[in-house]
C-alpha cells in the first residue's frame, strides 16, 4: 500500500472553498484502532458547521472534516482482535478526530461495527450520524413510549428521515414538518400527519404533542414548546436551538439538547434493522472527494432529502 493518499484538508475557516482537495499521508492505526480504506463519507450539515470556524474550539487546524464513515478494514492496530483485514465496516469518528474525507482513515475499533450485508458501502457511509443521533434522541433521552405523539422538524432531511422511522418503530404517533413535495415519501416511511412549514404555522397545525425533535433551531426552539403538552421534552440537535433548559422550565417543559457519541454496540441494532428492511437510509446525492467543497454547498442548502456521500 502506497504511504500516500489523497484527502480534503482544511488550514483556514472559511466557506467551502476553504476544503482543499491535496495529498498527504496515510496515518498509521494506534493501538486499538483500525486503519480503513474509505469507500464512503457521509456529508453532514455540522460538517459545515465546523469548517466556517462557528465552534473554533471544536476543531484543530490543519485537519481532515468528515465523521460519517464506511469502508474495508486495512490494517489493524496492536492487539485488536474485534476485526480483521478485508472486514467490511461502517461507524462514527469522534467530534475532534473526524478524517472521513480521505482515502483512508484511521477509526477506533469500540466506534465501529460489521456494515450492514445489504447496503453497498457508499449507502452504510450515509448511515451512523444520523441514525446514532436520531436513537439517542428518541429511544434514550425521550424514552418514547407507544402512543406518544412526537413531532419531527424538518422531517425529510439526514437525521429527520431516519428518526420518522424509529419513532413509527417505537409506537408514536409521527408528525413532521416538510415541504409538501416530500410528504408522499414520509407518509410511506411512517409519519401520519405532516405540515407544509412553506405555507403553514405548525403551532396552528398540531395538536400537543409529549416530544419535539427539533433539527432546524433558532425560532422552531421557542415556538416548539407552544405545542408541548405539561411536562413534555423539546430535544435540540442544532448548533443554534434558539432555546435552553431554563426557559422550558418556566413553562413546566424540559429541554435537552442530543449529542451523538460513537457506538459499535448501537450501530450493532442499525444494522438488524437495516437488514430486516425495517430502517431505510436515503441518498439524494454522491459526490467524489475531489468535490467535497460542492457537496458542501449543496447541504448548505438546507433542501437535501436524505444524506449526501462523498466517494473517494
Known sequence: MSARMH?????????????????????????????????GAGVNPGDAVLRSGRVPELVTL????????????????????????????????????????????VAPAEALALAPKNLDLVHAGAVPLVAVTAWQ???VLAEV?????????????????????LAKELGAHVIGTARAARHDLLRRLGADELVDYTTTDFRTAVAPV??????????????????????????????????????????????????AEPSGALLDHITERIETGRLRVMVQDTYPLSEAAAAHRAIETRQTTGKIVLVP
Open 62 to 105: 490543519p485537519w481532515t472534516p468528515g465523521n460519517d464513515v464506511a469502508g474495508v478494514v486495512e490494517r489493524v492496530g496492536e492487539g485488536l482482535t474485534r476485526f480483521a483485514a478485508g472486514d467490511a465496516v461502517y461507524g462514527m469518528l469522534a467530534v475532534g478526530r473526524h478524517g472521513a474525507y480521505a482515502e483512508f482513515t
Open 7 to 39: 484527502a480534503v484538508v482544511q488550514s483556514a475557516f472559511g466557506g467551502p472553498e476553504a476544503l482543499v482537495y491535496t495529498e498527504t499521508d496515510v496515518p498509521e492505526p494506534r493501538p486499538g484502532e483500525v486503519l480503513l480504506r474509505v469507500a
Open 145 to 165: 413510549q407507544p402512543g406518544d405523539r412526537v413531532l419531527i422538524h424538518a422531517a425529510a432531511g439526514g437525521v429527520g428521515h431516519v428518526a420518522v422511522q
Open 137 to 139: 434522541a428518541l429511544a
Open 210 to 259: 409529549d416530544v419535539v425533535l427539533d433539527l432546524v433551531g433558532g425560532s422552531y426552539g421557542p415556538h416548539s414548546l407552544d405545542v408541548l403538552r405539561p411536562g413534555g421534552l423539546l430535544i435540540g440537535a442544532s448548533i443554534d436551538p434558539g432555546t435552553d433548559d431554563r426557559q422550558a422550565a418556566d413553562r413546566g417543559l424540559r429541554y435537552v439538547w442530543v449529542t
